[in-house]
């Protein structure tokens, strides 16, 4: 979520000026991105893991501050007490980065476990915890430090009512909430993709174009607060959470701040300019630097306010500014996965996305050019609502179901841009068979968790027991780190 933030009211100078700051940093970029070197020369991965804490019950437990008691500098809080953030170091994934990946996290989930076992605690990668209820996410149960709370103190100010989740499935959820506290139950994989400055809008269009298959086929949240609702509810969820629009600016046509977007771009120019142009502030915080100052002296404008009110629009692919050893760099980050249902289904999904990412961007004649932006948004909620079992529009191929496109078309382009990456032949084989074989067998995360709970259920168990048995079953499945294909759904 970014730096610490105390202060929890900002008075109208400091809005004001705030404003200033970010129309300053917006014109610097600009001028940056005519005149400076960017670190693009060896363009590299990152990941961010967002992960769910449980007791021996497979209860949430709201023991996040217990847990990084640990002082593992890669875990972070998140927005929920029961949350915690796993965030990667950088690194390349040619040759057998993916595997080293694998490797590190899932030391790093097991570090973490061990510690988290002194409090009854175990650690679950899941989109949405499927034992969550409305009680688990309430204000008070929100992470102790400060930047929450004021955020969702200026989020429910914005909008000046109650935040309505209404989200039609199998079953239907709808229900109110005076809090942003819902959002924690959204648990994601983010993938960062270094891009040098003339490359960044093929990437960002080209992730745009397959953020309906990601989800697809790594669908992993069918349930939340007891119902069955999307194959991937997290995307309605997050959109619905963090909504700043009361109804009459969501008639006025207002952009809410979880945003696919509304247009291919040129340049990543334009995404921060539409934030700026669309978005008003959530968190008035300026820093001193004159970034014009430091650009004008040959140093690296930090572009502290620029970057903060960027952090407050949640695209799910979202641009990234950022200063790394003294040399600026920009990524695409990559917002659209759950978490889970293992490590290996994660590597997975990462080789996925950046191999046809880098395939895609690459091509001579763009898929963007080939597909209306509308079409990309339809595919992306559709392919959340139904996960494998989706339609989806594609050029040259009308509507075509989303495994069917992945087996015919796009495995073989993301093989394609792995090899250009340099990932060994074996190691590419190996994750993207295994997106091959959930297309086969559509076994993603979340039609195992809906088949497990529908044979709980038919053997006499009320929804919150099948909910809870379903979940210890996941969560032994998951420390095997077979991927999802493979699980059983008998007992």
């Known amino acids: 979520m970014g730096k610490e933030i105390a202060q929890g009211t900002f008075s109208r100078e400091e809005r004001a000026r705030y404003r200033y700051k970010v129309r300053r940093c917006l014109d610097v970029f600009a001028l940056m991105l005519d005149d400076f070197s960017f670190d693009s020369d060896h363009p590299m991965t990152g990941l961010e893991i967002e992960l769910n804490l449980v007791d021996s019950h497979y209860q949430p437990t709201m023991r996040n501050t217990d847990v990084l008691s640990m002082n593992d500098p890669v875990f972070q809080t998140e927005l929920g007490q029961f949350n915690l953030e796993l965030n990667v170091p950088p690194r390349l994934i040619a040759e057998d980065g993916l595997a080293g990946y694998d490797d590190y996290i899932t030391a790093a ?6 510690h988290a076992a002194n409090f009854d605690t175990r650690i679950v990668m899941i989109g949405v915890l499927p034992t969550l209820t409305t009680d688990h996410t309430a204000l008070a149960n929100i992470s102790h430090d400060g930047r929450y709370r004021v955020l969702n103190e200026e989020i429910l100010s914005v909008r000046g009512d ?49 953020a309906g298959v990601q989800v697809a086929v790594g669908a992993n949240s069918p349930f939340l607060f007891g119902h069955q609702l999307w194959a991937e509810t997290r995307i309605a969820l997050f959109e619905q959470a963090t909504d700043t629009r009361p109804d009459e600016l969501k008639a006025q046509g207002v952009r809410p701040r979880v945003w696919f977007g509304e247009r291919w771009i040129t340049s990543i120019f334009d995404l921060f300019e539409e934030n700026v142009r669309y978005f008003p502030p959530l968190l008035s915080i300026s820093d001193p630097e004159d970034p014009l100052e430091v650009f004008r002296s040959g140093g690296v404008p930090k572009l502290h306010e620029l970057r903060l009110h960027n952090g407050t629009i949640y695209r799910w692919n979202r641009p990234v500014y950022d200063i790394m050893k003294g040399r600026p760099h920009l990524r695409v980050e990559n917002r659209v996965l759950p978490a889970g249902p293992t490590v290996v289904d994660m590597m997975a999904n990462a080789a996925l996305y950046f191999g046809l990412v880098r395939a895609l961007a690459e091509d001579d004649r763009p898929l963007w050019t080939q597909m209306p932006f509308s079409v990309a948004e339809d595919n992306f909620h559709a392919a959340a ?37 340099g990932v060994h032949a074996g190691l590419r084989d190996k994750m993207l068979g295994i997106i091959e074989q959930r297309c086969r067998t559509k076994r993603t995360g979340a039609t195992w968790q809906v088949d497990m709970v529908r044979l709980l259920e038919a053997r006499g168990y009320t929804r919150p027991a099948a909910l809870r048995a379903m979940l210890a079953q996941y969560v032994k499945f998951q420390r095997s780190n077979e991927p999802v294909h493979t699980w059983p759904t008998e007992l």
Not at 401 to 418: F, K, M, S, Y
């Open 109 to 114: 989930i097991t570090r973490a476990n061990r």
């Open 162 to 210: 109650q935040i309505t989740l209404d989200i039609r499935g199998l079953d239907h959820l709808h229900t109110q909430t005076d809090s942003i506290a819902p959002e924690a139950a959204c648990t994601s994989l983010q993938f960062h993709l270094q891009v040098a400055p003339g490359e960044f809008a093929n990437h960002w269009n080209a992730a745009q174009v397959i």
């Open 385 to 421: 609502r139904r996960g494998i079992n989706a339609p989806v529009w594609w050029p040259r191929q009308g509507e075509v179901w989303v495994n069917e496109l992945l087996l015919d078309t796009l495995l073989p382009r993301a093989a394609e841009g792995l090899d250009r990456f």
